[in-house]
């Protein structure tokens, strides 16, 4: 559901991520075919290293059978990450936080939290996360755990939205730094 993302990318990889969990064969390239762009396109989107227009998103949205409201939460996430002036950001989130359902608004169970106990593959990257030297990437946690790429991203950016992953900056560059004391070296906390 996208009114559960505060970026349309993270609702990209997710919708992708729930794709493959139906169909392993399912892919990035297959996504970008059926929402009409080239998968290097679709790719460095996913990746921040571009981003989308307007008229691309309302695409995607039409792709995807997106509702108006939900349609115009897709248009408000891509206008949000573009803006840089204070005033339209804050008018952006307003209207954002206007167009969530009430029942999201509302802490009970939510999807995240769902799917972050459902999907057992979550405990484990928390687990890794304690481990002395490892480095929590998503292609190590795939390998580590047989499962893909983006259902790591996925689960992993899950995590970090929930509380339970925290990044920190360690001098200049990221380092594995557990909560716990006997774990002194590593980047980011678990909670």
Same mark, same amino acid.
């Given at each position: 559901?996208?009114?559960?993302?505060?970026?349309?990318?993270?609702?990209?990889?997710? =919708?992708?991520?729930?794709?493959?969990?139906? #169909?392993?064969?399912?892919?990035?390239?297959?996504?970008?075919? #059926?929402?009409?762009?080239?998968?290097?396109?679709?790719?460095? =989107?996913?990746?921040?290293?571009?981003?989308?227009?307007?008229?691309?998103? !309302?695409?995607?949205?039409?792709?995807?059978?997106?509702?108006?409201?939900?349609?115009?939460?897709?248009?408000?996430?891509?206008?949000?990450?573009?803006?840089?002036?204070?005033?339209? !950001?804050?008018?952006?989130?307003?209207?954002?936080?206007?167009?969530?359902?009430?029942?999201?608004?509302?802490?009970?169970?939510?999807?995240?939290?769902?799917?972050?106990?459902?999907?057992?593959?979550?405990?484990?990257?928390?687990?890794?996360?304690?481990?002395?030297?490892?480095?929590?990437?998503?292609?190590? =946690?795939?390998? !580590?755990?047989?499962?893909?790429?983006?259902?790591?991203?996925?689960?992993?950016? !899950?995590?970090?939205?929930?509380?339970?992953?925290?990044?920190?900056?360690?001098?200049?560059?990221?380092?594995?730094?557990?909560?716990?004391?006997? #774990?002194? =070296?590593?980047?980011?906390?678990?909670?």
């Amino acid at each position: 559901m996208i009114y559960e993302h505060k970026s349309y990318r993270s609702f990209l990889r997710e =919708v992708l991520a729930d794709r493959t969990n139906k #169909n392993p064969k399912y892919s990035l390239r297959a996504m970008a075919k #059926n929402l009409g762009f080239a998968s290097s396109s679709l790719s460095e =989107v996913m990746t921040g290293k571009s981003g989308f227009s307007l008229p691309s998103a !309302r695409k995607i949205a039409a792709k995807l059978e997106l509702s108006s409201e939900e349609t115009e939460y897709l248009c408000l996430l891509v206008q949000l990450e573009s803006s840089e002036d204070p005033e339209i !950001r804050e008018s952006l989130l307003t209207r954002l936080t206007s167009l969530m359902p009430k029942k999201l608004m509302i802490h009970d169970l939510g999807v995240d939290h769902f799917r972050q106990i459902s999907e057992w593959y979550h405990s484990a990257i928390l687990e890794m996360a304690e481990l002395y030297h490892f480095e929590l990437s998503p292609i190590k =946690v795939a390998k !580590r755990l047989g499962i893909s790429k983006i259902e790591a991203e996925v689960a992993i950016e !899950r995590m970090f939205r929930l509380g339970l992953l925290k990044k920190i900056k360690k001098e200049k560059s990221f380092a594995l730094k557990s909560i716990y004391l006997f #774990n002194p =070296v590593p980047l980011i906390i678990r909670l």
